[in-house]
């Protein structure tokens, strides 16, 4: 929350103008009303962000101005500054949802010192509020690095960290961008702030803006009270924008100026809020190909690509395999309250030899369903569910093909063998679609088709029920 517009209720001319002339002097704007009545007029004109009242006025007096503000605008701080004061009103002003109580006289100095409070209480609420809806089941975010790739990579971020410069990762779904990306976050000098992230492909765009800007009460239907975006969570901290090829653009150009300027509107309301927040954007889309296609800005994508990253797929970096392997079934047992697992020989050639078209997200999956799936504590081949949905057709006849250049052509032929071409073209579509994430641009170019010809396949299928 940065509070900038703060409204003065006071019916003594004297003090009122006093208020005001603090509040400017600490550099926040200032508006003032004469009576409590008067204050809700001017909250359901305006907005602002903190409302300082006398306690003792005719009419709607300063406790009942608390209560009507707490009933219509709950997020509002209100604080009430009286020269009558007492501990059963102070305690009773709290009890109406007042945030703090001064007693005149007060001193500019002491109201900067209640409003720097009064931030960093509603930031450490909105923090936890937002850590608590991001919860979830997951692997921990350790990294696992025994690849000479990957040992690269981690080094490059070390040095990108020490910078605010928006870093863009770049990489096929499920290799662990957003690891890298908290990496990042965690060696730089703003570790201490919050590490605030976003999907920017599982949002419309009307959501995904009162997401990333907030909204005020009234902005549209169903915003019913005011609520902060992750730009003011991620102030004095770092923002994860994931898979930032999916915005539209519209969304592209405000972002562009929140990158630009530090500043922005929440949706519906007309005060500017300036942050200090470092960006890190990740997508598995080749985001020139998008700006070459129209689909992205060119400005927005260089704005971006201050400081670029590249993780490499799973495949190339095969020595880290085993080690995430034995990391998740150390993490899912301790989860399932039960000992850690060992893998045989054979489990362990398994892995070595899958082709993983869904990277570190498609093992931890495959280890996930083995630790569930495994008995006396061991991990064997038949624990392992490879390919889509953990699909055991995927293996064949107990034979792991991973289909590379170097695969025989004999095993190839064999694999083949005895199916429709129906059949096949729907594995190497859908096979495709995994690996590239679900990007149907980026598959079409592998298979050498159009996205068109893939969606209408697509379309087909489910209307025949042979996908979901």
Same mark, same amino acid.
């Given at each position: 929350?940065?509070?900038?517009?703060?409204?003065?209720?006071?019916?003594?001319?004297?003090?009122?103008?006093?208020?005001?002339?603090?509040?400017?002097?600490? =550099?926040?704007?200032?508006?003032?009303?004469?009576?409590?009545?008067?204050?809700?007029?001017?909250?359901?004109?305006?907005?602002?962000?903190?409302?300082?009242?006398?306690?003792?006025?005719?009419?709607?007096?300063?406790?009942?101005?608390?209560?009507?503000?707490?009933?219509?605008?709950?997020?509002?701080?209100?604080?009430?500054?009286?020269?009558?004061?007492?501990?059963?009103?102070?305690?009773?002003?709290?009890?109406?949802?007042?945030?703090?109580?001064?007693?005149?006289?007060?001193?500019?100095?002491?109201?900067?010192?209640?409003?720097?409070?009064?931030?960093?209480?509603?930031?450490?609420?909105?923090?936890?509020?937002?850590?608590?809806?991001?919860?979830?089941?997951?692997? =921990?975010?350790?990294?696992?690095?025994?690849?000479?790739?990957?040992?690269?990579?981690?080094?490059?971020?070390?040095?990108?960290?020490?910078?605010?410069?928006?870093?863009?990762?770049?990489?096929?779904?499920?290799?662990?961008?957003? &690891?890298?990306?908290?990496?990042?976050?965690?060696?730089?000098?703003?570790?201490?702030?919050?590490?605030?992230?976003?999907?920017?492909?599982?949002?419309?765009?009307?959501?995904?803006?009162?997401?990333?800007?907030?909204?005020? &009460?009234?902005?549209?239907?169903?915003?019913?009270?005011?609520?902060?975006?992750?730009?003011?969570?991620?102030?004095? !901290?770092?923002?994860?924008?994931?898979?930032?090829?999916?915005?539209?653009?519209?969304?592209?150009?405000?972002?562009?100026?929140?990158?630009?300027?530090?500043?922005?509107?929440?949706?519906?309301?007309?005060?500017?809020?300036?942050?200090?927040?470092?960006?890190?954007?990740?997508?598995?889309?080749?985001?020139?190909?998008?700006?070459?296609?129209?689909?992205?800005?060119?400005?927005?994508?260089?704005?971006?690509?201050?400081?670029?990253?590249?993780?490499?797929?799973?495949?190339?970096?095969?020595?880290?395999?085993?080690?995430?392997?034995?990391?998740?079934?150390?993490?899912?047992?301790?989860?399932? !309250?039960?000992?850690?697992?060992?893998?045989?020989?054979?489990?362990?050639?398994?892995?070595?030899?899958?082709?993983?078209?869904?990277?570190?997200?498609?093992?931890?999956?495959?280890?996930?369903?083995?630790?569930?799936?495994?008995?006396?504590?061991?991990?064997?081949?038949?624990?392992?569910?490879?390919?889509?949905?953990?699909?055991?057709?995927?293996?064949?006849?107990?034979?792991?093909?991973?289909?590379?250049?170097?695969?025989?052509?004999?095993?190839?032929?064999?694999?083949?063998?005895?199916?429709?071409?129906?059949?096949?073209?729907?594995?190497?579509?859908?096979?495709?679609?995994?690996?590239?994430?679900?990007?149907?641009?980026?598959?079409?170019?592998?298979?050498?088709?159009?996205?068109?010809?893939?969606?209408?396949?697509?379309?087909?299928? &489910?209307? &025949?029920?042979?996908?979901?």
């Amino acid at each position: 929350m940065s509070i900038q517009n703060v409204l003065i209720v006071d019916d003594d001319p004297l003090s009122k103008d006093f208020l005001v002339q603090a509040i400017k002097s600490i =550099g926040f704007n200032a508006a003032s009303a004469s009576s409590g009545q008067e204050a809700l007029e001017f909250l359901n004109k305006r907005e602002f962000d903190l409302v300082l009242t006398d306690l003792r006025m005719p009419g709607t007096d300063g406790l009942e101005l608390v209560r009507e503000i707490s009933r219509t605008s709950p997020d509002l701080p209100v604080v009430l500054v009286t020269a009558h004061g007492t501990v059963e009103s102070a305690v009773q002003a709290m009890r109406f949802g007042a945030a703090d109580f001064l007693i005149k006289p007060v001193s500019a100095e002491t109201i900067e010192l209640v409003i720097k409070r009064i931030e960093r209480h509603w930031r450490l609420e909105n923090e936890n509020a937002y850590l608590r809806s991001e919860l979830a089941v997951g692997g =921990g975010s350790q990294i696992v690095a025994e690849s000479e790739a990957m040992n690269q990579t981690l080094e490059a971020a070390g040095k990108l960290a020490s910078s605010k410069g928006t870093v863009l990762i770049t990489g096929e779904s499920g290799t662990g961008k957003e &690891r890298v990306a908290q990496f990042i976050h965690e060696n730089s000098p703003r570790h201490e702030g919050p590490f605030i992230r976003v999907n920017c492909a599982s949002l419309s765009e009307q959501l995904l803006e009162s997401e990333l800007f907030g909204h005020e &009460r009234g902005a549209f239907t169903g915003a019913y009270r005011r609520r902060p975006g992750r730009f003011e969570l991620a102030d004095g !901290g770092t923002l994860l924008l994931d898979e930032i090829g999916e915005i539209t653009p519209a969304l592209q150009s405000k972002l562009l100026r929140v990158l630009e300027e530090e500043e922005f509107e929440r949706v519906g309301g007309t005060t500017t809020l300036r942050v200090d927040v470092r960006v890190i954007a990740t997508t598995n889309r080749d985001l020139p190909d998008e700006v070459a296609s129209g689909n992205f800005r060119e400005d927005l994508y260089y704005r971006l690509h201050v400081l670029p990253l590249h993780l490499a797929p799973l495949r190339e970096r095969i020595d880290d395999v085993e080690h995430l392997a034995y990391h998740f079934a150390s993490f899912y047992a301790k989860q399932n !309250g039960t000992p850690t697992p060992s893998f045989t020989d054979e489990a362990v050639s398994d892995l070595l030899s899958w082709n993983w078209p869904g990277n570190v997200r498609e093992l931890e999956n495959v280890i996930q369903r083995a630790v569930v799936l495994q008995v006396d504590d061991v991990i064997e081949p038949d624990h392992l569910l490879f390919g889509p949905a953990g699909s055991t057709a995927s293996r064949g006849n107990g034979v792991i093909l991973r289909m590379t250049s170097d695969t025989p052509i004999r095993e190839l032929r064999n694999s083949l063998a005895n199916r429709t071409i129906a059949d096949i073209e729907r594995e190497a579509i859908l096979g495709t679609l995994e690996s590239t994430g679900g990007n149907k641009t980026e598959a079409a170019r592998r298979l050498g088709v159009t996205a068109r010809t893939i969606s209408n396949k697509m379309k087909l299928w &489910r209307q &025949r029920g042979l996908v979901a």
